[in-house]
Each structure stands twice: as structure tokens, then as C-alpha cells.
């Protein structure tokens, strides 16, 4: 059973997709910061990171570049996608996902990032 990293500083976004993916059969860990993020990657192997774009304390991006030193896919969630790109951010290097996404197209992300190589 593929194990999720979730990332998301949104409680309710983050329940949320919790049980998308349990539901789904992945097994998730949850954390609500980048750092957090970060520290669950040196402990823990995964087969996906799901960020949130902005968070508390830095972005998804950023978590996403750590991930894939360890050759780790990621699926960026954001609703500020403009505004990350207005910022400079070239997001066509990270696999984003428009906020707000439906289970299925979360769920079809998912699939398709585990079975896709970075």
C-alpha cells in the first residue's frame, strides 16, 4: 500500500483529503507545515508528497524540491496559482493541482503520480 505524505496547513482541507486517501487505501501521514514536511521526509520513506502551495511557514514548492532529491513524486494543491507565478515561481517544473479538486481528480492525480516517474 502506497504511504502519503499530506502537507497541508488547512485543517479542514486537510481532514479532507485525508480520508479521500484512506478511503482510497493509501496510507497517509499528516503534518500542517513545511518543517513538519521536512522532518517526516528524514524519518520516513514515501511513495508521494501532497502540499499544500503556501504554507505557514514557507511553500509546497520548497518541500517538493527536497522530495525529489529522494526521488519522491509530488502533487502540489494550490488556489494561488496565479499569484505563485506572479511571484517568479516557474511552477511548470511541479505537478499542481487547481484548488478547490474533487476526490476524483485527486484521487486520478495521485494514481497517475505514483505510476509516473519525476
Known amino acids: 500500500m502506497p504511504r502519503i505524505l499530506l502537507v497541508e496547513d488547512d485543517a479542514e482541507v486537510r481532514l479532507l483529503v485525508e480520508h479521500v486517501l484512506l478511503d482510497a487505501d493509501y496510507e497517509v501521514d499528516s503534518v500542517e507545515t513545511l518543517h513538519g514536511g521536512l ?53 511548470g517544473q511541479y505537478r499542481v493541482l487547481l484548488k478547490p479538486i474533487s476526490p476524483d481528480e485527486l484521487l486520478g492525480s495521485v494514481a497517475k503520480a505514483l505510476t509516473t516517474p519525476n
Not at 514515501?46 to 513524486?73: F, H, K, W
Not at 496565479?82 to 517568479?88: E, P, Q
Request: proline fraction near 2%.
Open 39 to 91: 522532518k517526516a521526509l528524514d524519518r520516513r520513506i514515501y511513495d508521494l508528497v501532497v502540499a499544500d502551495g503556501r504554507l505557514s511557514d514557507g511553500t509546497g514548492m520548497a518541500l517538493a524540491d527536497s522530495a525529489r532529491e529522494q526521488n519522491i513524486p509530488t502533487l502540489i494543491m494550490t488556489g494561488y496559482a496565479f499569484v505563485l507565478a506572479a511571484s517568479g515561481l516557474d511552477l
